[in-house]
Structures are given as structure tokens and as C-alpha cells.
């Protein structure tokens, strides 16, 4: 039962933020970025790959302030609207995922500098196609 309220309760504090988000409407409103809207919870780690204990997917995962792709290792992904759990969350049309990751440019810099040796949660909007993961919320556990 509490899993079921911290999901409910994920799911809404996303859509309020993205509600009351003014930045986030105006540069990613309708069209801005492709697919329709699903709000995410994802964990992982950097720098690992599916065959990493716990990984169930490594995806490479580029920004919006460039460079090289980096693999990020999923370990759990919960996607709402409607619910969905694993990494085929991200295969909606092709068998090799990969994220592309925007937002506010101090949360893009939170999560693509995570040490690999600790767990990233993210809390986002992924819009399937355009593949990419709009950012509300960057926690490095251990912090």
C-alpha cells in the first residue's frame, strides 16, 4: 500500500511541476519536443552496462550541452500514464534505447557529473519521440 502512495504521489508532484513550471512551458511546450508527455522515475548508475549486476539496461545517454554519449546503467524505471515498469519503457521503436537529457542547465550538470560509484534517481517527463527526458528533479543519493 505505501508503494502504491509514493507512486501515486511521484506522479502527481510531476505534473504539478510541469504545471507550474513556467520555463519548462514555454521552451518544451506542445511540439517542442516529440511524443506525447509520460512522466518517469528512473535509478542507475553511471558507466554501467546491462551486463553490471542489478543493471537492467545500459542506454547511452546524450545532453543538451553536447559532448560525447555516456552510458547510463538502469536499475529501476517506473513510467506513469499509463504504468509501466522496466527498461522497455524506452523501446518504443527500437531495440537499442537511448535518452537524450534537458532541462535546467544546473540539473543537466547534476546528473550527467553523478560519481559512478553512486545511485542517480530522476524524476522527468519522457516524450518517446524524440526520445528524450525533459528533467524535473536530479537526486544523488549519498548526498
Known sequence: MRVVHRIAWSAFAIGLAL???PTLARVHGPGAIG??????RMEGYWDRDRNAPGVLEGVPVTSSKGGAPRTFGITALQAFQPEEEGAQVLRHSSLEPSLR???RDQMVHRFLDAPPTRKVVVLGVYRAGSVTIILNSVEIKGD
Open 19 to 21: 504545471a507550474t513550471s
Open 35 to 40: 511524443g506525447a508527455p509520460r512522466p518517469i
Open 101 to 103: 537529457v534537458v532541462g
